[in-house]
């Protein structure tokens, strides 16, 4: 069972602290994986926020190109994509911050 390592930066500031995810399967679509970080951060955070909402939300902002998703330093560009985990990997949350005036 394969645990990987999420994190978020954007273009402009520092990344945050690295977090934990196990992952069942070495291979899962990029909109499964979405879906099982926001389930884990909302069940993690208390908040009572529904994850359902949050994750259709979510893959919207990816359509938009709000965000891109790199896993080992590689960016998928699909939701219907399936990545290849192992232990270790690391997936990059990088929200995009559009220039002043563009």
Do not use: C, Y
Not at 30 to 58: C, H, K, M, N, Y
Request: no cysteine; charged share 30%.
């Amino acid at each position: 069972m394969p645990i990987i390592a999420i994190s978020d930066e954007t273009t402009t500031g520092p990344k945050t602290p690295a977090w934990a995810m196990e992952i069942l399967e070495e291979r899962v679509r990029l909109d499964e994986l979405i879906r099982r970080r926001i389930f884990q951060e909302v069940a993690e955070s208390g908040t009572g926020a529904d994850p359902q909402e949050r994750t259709r939300t979510t893959l919207a902002a990816f359509g938009r190109n709000a965000f891109v998703v790199l896993v080992d330093d590689r960016q998928v560009t699909e939701l219907d994509e399936e990545v290849h985990l192992r232990a270790g990997s690391r997936v990059t949350f990088l929200k995009l911050v559009p220039l002043v005036g563009g």
